[in-house]
């Protein structure tokens, strides 16, 4: 957001994966290359692909290397398949805000599903500046991500507190917030949880007061009321004697029985055969 810019955590993700020798392919739409590769040092920088759609990313000259419209799965799938490497490689936008600047927000899902599904590339981490869409498009976006960090600045200069939400293939969602800081190596450094950081709190459960308390009526039953509750018969609620005297029905009981005659014309067959269709 505007408050604070995950770009810098951007870069720690692609850091962490040239360190595990993976291929990282960058579609940069809001930086230079020189700019997303500065703090980027090493030997693993070779891994990583930069896409400078940058320069040109609507296709005004005769040659863009790499435009918003040719962000569909065809042109992705290509452009990752160039390099020669054995894995998957993982595919970084930055950012999704820019693209969805050109294009619709279902045109957008629509790629992003099939990238995850088609097996081109291993993972999507994706830059979104929420505070730029509506809260329909941002919640559409989330909702296909099996993990959402939100930054908001810290109460430090330095630090940044970090909203995580998981969800499992099995649906369950999980939750957790972060206090951290990156060094100059672009490290993320895992400070504490923000509840540390507050007076501790006691339990409100216990200091909560009686809500019944000052009621012009009482909700409570005591002993003898509660007995009665529970002595007292249902109208509804079938007892055992019931239930007897309904299935086994005694002498002098209500029967009602009935022998067709030979006037009554009634086919077993079709019993709606006496209806004037």
């Known amino acids: 957001s505007a408050g604070y810019c995950g770009r810098h955590l951007l870069k720690s993700f692609i850091n962490a994966a040239l360190n595990r020798e993976e291929a990282v392919h960058v579609l940069g739409f809001e930086v230079s290359e020189e700019e997303l590769k ?45 390099t020669s490497h054995p894995k998957p490689p993982i595919l970084v936008i930055d950012s999704l805000s820019w693209i969805l600047r050109h294009l619709s927000p279902p045109a957008v899902c629509k790629t992003l599903q099939q990238l995850r599904k088609g097996g081109a590339v291993r993972a999507i981490i994706g830059l979104l500046h929420a505070d730029m869409h509506q809260r329909g498009t941002v919640g559409s976006l989330c909702h296909l991500a099996s993990s959402v ?39 993320v450094i895992v400070q ?50 019931k239930k007897t005297a309904l299935l ?13 005659d030979a006037n009554d014309d009634y086919d077993q067959e079709d019993p709606d055969d006496d209806l004037d269709v």
């Open 149 to 187: 960090i939100s930054v908001a600045p810290g109460m430090k200069a330095d630090e940044a507190v970090a909203k995580i939400t998981k969800r499992s293939k099995s649906g369950k969602v999980m939750q957790d917030e972060e206090i951290f800081c990156l060094k100059e190596d672009l490290t």
């Open 248 to 260: 086994h029905s005694g002498p002098g009981s209500g029967r009602i029985l009935y022998e067709p």
């Open 38 to 82: 500065d703090g980027l040092k090493g030997s693993t920088i070779q891994r990583l692909h930069f896409h400078n759609a940058y320069t040109d990313p609507l296709g005004w000259t005769d040659h863009p290397v790499f435009t918003v419209h040719q962000f569909c799965l065809e042109e992705l799938t290509h452009l990752v398949k160039r």
């Open 192 to 241: 504490s949880k923000p509840s540390q950081h507050g007076p501790k709190q006691t339990d409100l459960e216990e200091q909560e007061s009686d809500p019944t308390a000052n009621l012009t009526f009482n909700l409570r039953l005591s002993d003898i009321e509660r007995e009665a509750k529970e002595k007292l018969a249902l109208p509804f609620v079938f007892s055992k004697e």
